[in-house]
């Protein structure tokens, strides 16, 4: 008896600790997964696009005559947004993008639970007096991977990728040609 309740509050303990990132985590895996099937299978509407310009300075680039399907996410101001489609032109990449409301879902259902589970403070509620608590992130969500993470910030991306082509370039490599270039031969 002794044995399974030691067990139990361990058990408890562990998903205290972690256990529930990683639930929460698979959680917003599968309605990411979800969302993107949704997607690929074009059950959205176009009014429900959302049009992000991010500005791109790279030498030769070409227009696109069309969008193209492009997957990613990104959170701005609380809100999470999936990628749709993407258009470069001129010099602006277009992003399409569509609100995700299941992810923001799981977003407040983590937050609601970790302040819950450490004891916070919430909103119109009146804390006693009591000892100062400190609530405790854990190290290990800093360092977690995630594969569209360097979707969550295009034009940073971008700029390292610009940086990255003009540290390629010989520094004794004319910048701009005055005179034309030469006709192709037939």
């Known amino acids: 008896m002794k044995q399974g309740v030691a067990i139990l509050l ?6 205290n ?11 917003s895996k599968a309605a990411s997964d979800r969302f993107i099937s949704r997607l690929d299978n074009k059950e959205y509407s176009d009014n429900e696009l959302i049009e992000v310009k991010v500005p791109v300075n790279l030498p ?3 227009n696109w005559s069309d969008f193209e399907r492009y997957d990613g996410e990104v959170q701005i101001a609380g809100v999470h947004y999936n990628y749709v489609k993407r258009k470069l032109y001129n010099d602006t990449l277009i992003l399409m ?4 409301a299941e992810q923001m879902k799981i977003a407040s259902a983590k937050e ?3 302040s819950l589970v450490n004891n916070l403070q919430h909103p119109g509620q009146q804390k006693a007096p009591a000892a100062p608590e400190k609530a ?8 977690l991977s995630d594969p569209h993470a360097a979707l969550a910030a295009p034009v940073a991306l971008l700029q390292v990728h610009a940086r990255a082509l003009h540290e390629m370039l010989p520094a004794s490599a004319p910048q701009s ?8 031969l037939s």
Request: hydrophobic share 40%; net charge negative.
């Open 10 to 15: 361990l058990a408890l303990h562990l998903f």
């Open 17 to 27: 600790l972690g256990g529930y990132q990683l639930v929460f985590s698979k959680a």
């Open 60 to 62: 030769y680039q070409s």
């Open 97 to 100: 993008c569509i609100p995700n």
């Open 112 to 114: 609601a639970f970790f």
């Open 136 to 143: 405790v992130k854990s190290i290990t969500t800093e360092y």
């Open 177 to 184: 040609t005055e005179a034309q270039p030469p006709e192709a």
